[in-house]
C-alpha cells in the first residue's frame, strides 16, 4: 500500500503562484509514476502533469505547459508542482496519484491523494 499526503494550494489572484507538494509513504516502490489531476466543479478529472522516478520523463496538459512545472525528490519521495501564472480556470480540486509501472498509470491503476482546493481569482 502507499499513501499519499499533500500539502499546498489555497486561493490567489490571477497571475499569482502555488506550489503543491506531496509525500509518498508506505510500499514507495509503488511510486515509479507520480503525477498531479485535478477536478473542476461540473467537470471530469484531468490529468495535469506527470513525472517518472528519477524526473527521466516528464508529461503536462496543453492548458498548464509553461506554467506548471512537476519534479520530484526521490530520496524524499515527494513530488511537487510549481503553478505560475495562474489563470481563473485553474481554479479546482488537485490529487497527487502515483503508480508502480506506466502501464498502471495509463490504465488508471493508482494511488490517490486526499486533495487540496486552488482557487484563483480574477
Known amino acids: 500500500q502507499v499513501r499519499l499526503v499533500q500539502s499546498g494550494g489555497g486561493s490567489v489572484e490571477a497571475g499569482g503562484s502555488l506550489r503543491l507538494s506531496c509525500v509518498a509513504s508506505g510500499n514507495t516502490a509503488n511510486t515509479f509514476w507520480m503525477g498531479w489531476f485535478r477536478q473542476a466543479p461540473g467537470k471530469e478529472r484531468e490529468g495535469v502533469a506527470n513525472?517518472?522516478?528519477?524526473?527521466?520523463?516528464?508529461s503536462y496538459s496543453n492548458s498548464v505547459k509553461g506554467r506548471f512545472t512537476i519534479s520530484r525528490d526521490g530520496a524524499k519521495n515527494t513530488v511537487h508542482l510549481q503553478m505560475n501564472n495562474l489563470k481563473p480556470e485553474d481554479t479546482g480540486m488537485y490529487y497527487c496519484?502515483?503508480?508502480?509501472?506506466?502501464?498502471?498509470?495509463?490504465?488508471?491503476?493508482?494511488?490517490w491523494s486526499q486533495g487540496t482546493q486552488v482557487t484563483v481569482s480574477s
Open positions: 496519484a502515483a503508480a508502480r509501472t506506466f502501464v498502471d498509470w495509463s490504465r488508471g491503476v493508482r494511488y
Open positions: 513525472i517518472a522516478s528519477g524526473s527521466s520523463h516528464t
